[in-house]
């Protein structure tokens, strides 16, 4: 089955500064690379994703690329804020048909004001 | 975007008795939807698969007779942690696709129980 490494486990950064969490995956038939933010004790909130027929894709402050050859996947934030403070999973899908996604392990985002 | 109702938020129970998690997709259709168990500070562990009308399929290590899982509609799913003890205690969450292959999940609030 499809493997999802994620790092680093905790980030730590100053407001303003960019951040970048890296993710790679071990089953190159996966096609679909969600992020998820999840805020403590609440649900995990899609906020980007992007598929196996583009190398990225960007929205604001937030943008994710892909890198299919090397089988790994990554979140920017750029400008970050306090608001940012999160944990980040990252995910795949796809392999063998199936839409069942496979999460990284989280990182946890903290943005210093 | 789509709307995943879990029901309750926050349960605290007493060791032998048995809890009961509802997931409801509120303004779609949802054949199958996915339950998770989340450790402090650790990643989305995927428990089970809940198909409407069928029987759940489990991932390697979780107990079915522990964790009943009921798919009896289209909107509804329910997870039945039975004699709950203190090692239960986690958080879940539920999640469903809109469509059969829909590759977006879609999340519950999440359920706290803890088992004292």
């Known amino acids: 089955g499809e493997n999802v490494e994620q790092h680093p486990s905790t980030l730590s950064v100053q407001e303003g500064d960019s951040a970048v969490i890296k993710c790679t995956y071990s089953?190159?038939?996966?096609?679909?690379f969600p992020w998820y933010k999840q805020e403590l004790g609440k649900r995990p909130q899609l906020i980007i994703d992007?598929?196996?027929?583009?190398g990225e894709k960007k929205d604001q402050r937030i943008a994710v690329t892909l890198n299919k050859t090397a089988k790994h996947f990554s979140l920017h934030i750029t400008e970050t804020q306090p608001e940012d403070s999160a944990v980040y999973f990252c995910?795949?899908?796809?392999?063998?048909?199936?839409?069942?996604?496979?999460f990284g392990r989280g990182t946890s985002l903290i943005v210093h004001p | 975007g789509a709307v995943v109702s879990q029901h309750p938020s926050r349960v605290i129970c007493k060791s032998g008795t048995s809890v009961k998690i509802e997931c409801r997709s509120l303004?779609?259709?949802?054949?199958?939807m996915f339950w998770y168990r989340q450790f402090p500070k650790q990643s989305l562990m995927l428990m089970a698969t809940s198909n409407e009308g069928s029987k759940a399929t489990y991932e390697q290590g979780v107990e079915k007779d522990k964790f009943l899982i009921n798919h009896a509609s289209l909107t509804l799913s329910t997870l039945t942690v039975t004699s709950a003890h203190p090692e239960d205690s986690s958080f879940y969450i539920c999640s469903a696709g809109r469509t059969l292959g829909d590759t977006e999940a879609f999340f519950g609030q999440g359920t706290r129980l803890t088992v004292v």
């Open positions: 089953d190159s038939a996966s096609n679909y």
């Open positions: 995910a795949a899908s796809g392999s063998g048909g199936s839409y069942i996604p496979t």
């Open positions: 992007i598929r196996s027929n583009v």
């Open positions: 303004d779609f259709q949802a054949t199958t």
